[in-house]
């Protein structure tokens, strides 16, 4: 505990990823407007990853974290790209 280090975010930061945030759904909100046909999950879950990808890296503060930590949630990220494609791919060879 002594050998943290503690890191502390500017409000500006943290407005300009909320204002970005915020940009993202209202996109999610449009793009469900428009017909993509069977890409629209697929455009919905892009918006909603970097959404998830911005919120750990600022909210969650992980770009301080060490690089087994980023390492592991990359692996995460991979394992879910894998199984969102498998779903995907299922999907399409109906």
């Known amino acids: 505990m002594e050998n943290e280090k503690h890191h502390i975010s500017s409000y500006r930061s943290h ?12 996109i999610s909100v449009l793009v469900t407007q ?4 069977t890409f629209s999950v697929g455009v919905a879950l892009l918006l909603a ?7 750990l890296i ?11 930590i980023r390492a592991m949630v990359a692996g995460v990220f991979a394992l ?6 498998i779903t995907f791919i299922d999907y399409l060879l109906r």
């Open 58 to 68: 600022y909210f969650m503060h992980l770009k301080h974290e060490s690089k087994i």
């Open 15 to 26: 407005a300009v990823i909320l204002v970005i945030l915020l940009t993202f759904t209202l």
């Open 34 to 37: 428009i017909n993509f046909s």
């Open 80 to 85: 879910f790209a894998v199984v969102v494609l």
């Open 49 to 55: 990853s970097a959404k998830v990808t911005l919120v």
